[in-house]
């Protein structure tokens, strides 16, 4: 089941304005560990010290600084950054569509599932438009104070919305200044062979989350007064520069 | 460590500690706060519902240290209702919805004495059911000053076709609750509303009233804070137990009632104790029923 | 550019390992503020505090628990939380390779770049230029702090970037709110097709910027010029009273509260 309903608004771009509800389309379980102090095992709670008087400041003694020089602070209030939040419209606009194909992964966030609010033929007609052009709507909206930009998207006979990160958020692979290294084609063939012959479907539904059960039977075990045997990490060794198309060769042979 | 097994509504639950004396100055286990959250179950469920809840756990007892959790734990039993919120700042995350008593007694176990939840639901968290002026009396002030306080604010309220409702809130303040229950009213309206109520109360009686938080402005004054109308803050649920010397509740008043009492002179008069809780809530039903229901509209915005 | 690396390691495919560093490819580009204490503004940290002790619990005293009871903690030390997954905490062994169209944009969740450690730059480069001719992604499990993640290894402009993925548990099924097609208008969707067409573009999200972090900016920019940042402390600013209507309302409906009290 689709998580509950968080926001409400309306998708409009041209002569088209569809009210659509916002659910959440992800949920993340994991095992939580609580930090505690070694002696006694009490529980420890994160505060904000004072670096001066090295004790803990309650909330409504502190202050919002933006540092504009060593030692020096502008103060913000929480009423002018209230003020600069942006004002909640209720629209998802639309600027324009673009390939889905062309999206970059890595400015994608996190996905949401858009629900019809009334006028479902409406609805669908997107729907349908946006999966035989293949196409994503680049919009633009606020929500919870924020301002988010996004991709809106099908996905089968429902709408996506894909919040997306601001450009200025996302390095650049280019700012890694990655060496070029030659290659002989010799290498590169048996290498692309390699990859082909380990090529299978995306299936993601074979991927367990085994880590959090081996971690749930750790503790039970634990719970239990089991004794735990420790395992050393493994670091496998590199294969050296000179190596590589006897490793690839090597590799070819024991999957082909 | 004692253990009990219970089960409610087909629903297992281990129970521990019941012997546990978490109010060890008056004596009150852990079974008798699970006892006193069963029989306020009719009452504090239907404002509870629906609502992320914020559980402020007390384990070692009201004299020990506390924490806030707004997660919900993640050793929840599978049949705990949740839901996904996205706060202000920050990731979203999996909270604890009390929608069903076995989730009440569950939360309780934990030793969540106080039961502190937002004044809109998950599914719609920018839309308050509810605007709130919390009434916070300074040093030198009392409940008494927060009483009168609160009945000029339900006059000036209702001049503007306002209904009000009221709750002392277990420790020393007033909670006046406006309910509003209309999905265009936003957490922007009942602030710009709520701030300027409180302006006007504190340029007319700038001795009673101040809006500043500041402990130094709030000397002898009520501290008005309408800035609890907000979608990360959270209000004490109305019949919740506080985690002061004594079990007393944030309870429900008629306000022919605080009229009564505000004239009596006595502060103690104004808080509701546990036991007295439950007694009045079978014989007057949920005085904070409207808060749920009665649909109203904030003029002049 | 120096990288600071987030964990190290080795990225494997079948018999080749290659030696790398795990950086980060995304920054949140909120305005970052410090806060400060009130009283005399001096900059505040984040500890861990033991309230019995009343004092800041240095790290060597800090350990980890998992709650197994309302005031019960099971201690899981480091090793043992190691040992779960001993062969994935330091490898990121490539399972199989997949074609990336073929993931579902919902399983994305978070980037980073793998950057190729001494001795690992040529196997590095094999792995990344075959994967771009062949538009084919690495499926790999890696433990990171206390999280396995299930993770795609995919070229882009030149380096080995690294995302991590949703399991499909994770990924809540939406059919309890998926409309049925069969209401669907012609008229509306030609009219929706031409606006679309009308609207296509290439993608450059670098045209929208985060409009809030602007007003963050210019606010600063203005409160810079206003005031010199010292420790003197702020004087309070007397805001607007509100609505004028709403005020208006209110001043009249004081004044006869006042007269009938």
């Known amino acids: 089941m689709a998580g509950g309903t968080i926001w409400k608004g309306f998708i409009r771009f041209g002569d088209t304005n569809l009210p659509v509800k916002l659910h959440t389309a992800i949920r993340e379980e994991r095992i939580q560990f609580h930090l505690l102090h070694k002696r006694d095992h009490v529980k420890l709670r994160q505060q904000m010290i004072c670096a001066y008087e090295k004790k803990p400041v309650p909330t409504e003694a502190q202050a919002r600084g933006f540092e504009v020089e060593e030692g020096k602070y502008i103060i913000v209030d929480p009423e002018e950054l209230d003020q600069t939040a942006p004002e909640s419209t209720r629209v998802i606009e639309v600027h324009e569509f673009v390939r889905t194909e062309q999206i970059d992964p890595l400015f994608l966030d996190r996905a949401y599932y858009l629900e019809p609010d009334s006028h479902l033929k409406g609805y669908n007609a997107l729907v349908g438009a946006l999966e035989e052009m293949d196409a994503a709507g680049i919009c633009t909206w606020a929500m919870r104070k924020r301002g988010y930009l996004g991709a809106l998207q099908t996905d089968g006979r429902i709408l996506r919305l894909n919040t997306l990160r601001y450009t200025d958020e996302v390095i650049s692979a280019k700012s890694l200044d990655l060496e070029k290294m030659s290659l002989s084609e010799k290498e590169l063939k048996v290498g692309s062979d390699l990859i082909d012959q380990l090529t299978a479907p995306f299936e993601p539904q074979k991927f367990e989350n085994e880590h959090q059960k081996k971690l749930q039977d750790l503790i039970e075990k634990k719970a239990r007064g089991e004794k735990i045997a420790v395992l050393r990490p493994r670091r496998l060794k590199p294969t050296a520069p000179d190596k590589l198309l006897q490793a690839l060769e090597a590799s070819l042979k024991k999957v082909a | 460590m004692s253990r009990k097994v219970v089960e409610i509504a087909g629903r297992r639950l281990s129970l521990s500690n019941l012997e546990k004396d978490l109010y060890p100055s008056y004596g009150f286990t852990k079974a008798h706060i699970l006892e006193y959250y069963r029989r306020i179950a009719p009452f504090i469920l239907p404002h509870l519902r629906d609502r992320a809840l914020t559980l402020k756990r007390y384990p070692e007892g009201v004299e020990k240290d506390f924490f806030f959790e707004k997660r919900c734990p993640s050793h929840r039993p599978e049949w705990a209702k949740t839901a996904e919120v996205i706060p202000d700042e920050g990731e979203q995350m999996t909270v604890c919805l009390v929608n069903d008593l076995e989730t009440l007694m569950w939360v309780e176990n934990l030793a969540s004495l106080e039961l502190h939840v937002p004044l809109a639901r998950t599914g719609s ?52 609750y406006v309910p509003l229950n209309r999905k265009e009213t936003t957490f922007e309206d009942t602030k710009k509303f709520s701030r300027a109520v409180a302006k006007i109360m504190q340029n007319n009686y700038p001795d009673l009233v101040t809006v500043k938080m500041a402990k130094e402005y709030r000397k002898a004054k009520v501290f008005i804070n309408w800035s609890q109308n907000d979608s990360s803050k959270t209000m004490v649920c109305v019949y919740s137990l506080r985690a002061r010397e004594k079990p007393v509740v944030s309870f429900p008043l008629a306000w022919r009632e605080l009229e009564n009492l505000a004239g009596k002179g006595d502060p103690e008069k104004l808080q509701v104790m546990h036991s007295e809780a439950v007694r009045r809530a079978k014989k007057q039903g949920d005085l904070f029923r409207e808060v749920l229901v009665k649909k109203q509209r904030l003029p002049h915005l | 550019m120096a990288v600071q690396g987030i964990w190290s390691g080795t990225i494997s495919f079948s018999l080749v390992a290659i030696p790398v560093q795990l950086v980060k490819a995304v920054e949140p580009g909120r305005v970052s503020f410090r806060m400060l204490h009130s009283k005399d503004y001096s900059p505040l940290r984040r500890r861990m505090f033991c309230p019995e002790e009343d004092r800041v619990v240095p790290p060597d005293e800090i350990i980890r628990g998992y709650e197994i009871g309302p005031d019960k903690y099971l201690v899981i030390t480091d090793e043992e939380l190691e040992s779960v997954s001993s062969a994935r905490s330091r490898t990121i062994e490539i399972l199989e390779f997949i074609d990336m169209k073929e993931v579902d944009s919902i399983y994305y969740d978070h980037p980073y770049y793998l950057v190729p450690s001494k001795g690992g730059e040529k196997a590095y480069q094999l792995l990344l230029e075959v994967m771009r001719r062949t538009h084919k992604a690495g499926l790999a499990k890696f433990v990171l702090g206390e999280r396995e993640y299930l993770v795609a290894v995919k070229s882009t402009e030149g380096a080995l970037a690294l995302i991590t993925l949703h399991y499909s548990e994770e990924i809540l099924p939406a059919g309890d709110i998926t409309p049925k097609r069969e209401k669907i208008d012609a008229e509306d969707k030609v009219r929706i097709r031409k606006d679309i067409k009308k609207m296509m573009a290439d993608f450059n999200p670098g045209k929208y910027a985060d409009e809030r972090r602007k007003k963050i900016v210019a606010l600063l920019k203005r409160k810079v010029k206003e005031k010199a940042p010292v420790e003197a402390p702020e004087a309070e600013e007397e805001e607007g009273e509100g609505p004028a209507d709403l005020v208006a309302a209110l001043k009249e409906s004081m004044g006869k509260v006042k007269k009938s009290r």
């Not at chain 2, 306080?149 to 309220?157: E, G, K, P, S, Y």
């Open chain 2, 125 to 176: 968290p920018e839309t308050p059911d509810s605007m709130v002026f919390d009434l916070d009396p300074g040093d030198q002030a009392n409940i008494l000053d927060c009483a009168r306080v609160a009945l000029i604010l339900r006059d000036l309220l209702s001049r503007l076709r306002l209904a009000s409702c009221l709750k002392t809130s277990g420790k020393k303040g007033l909670h006046v």
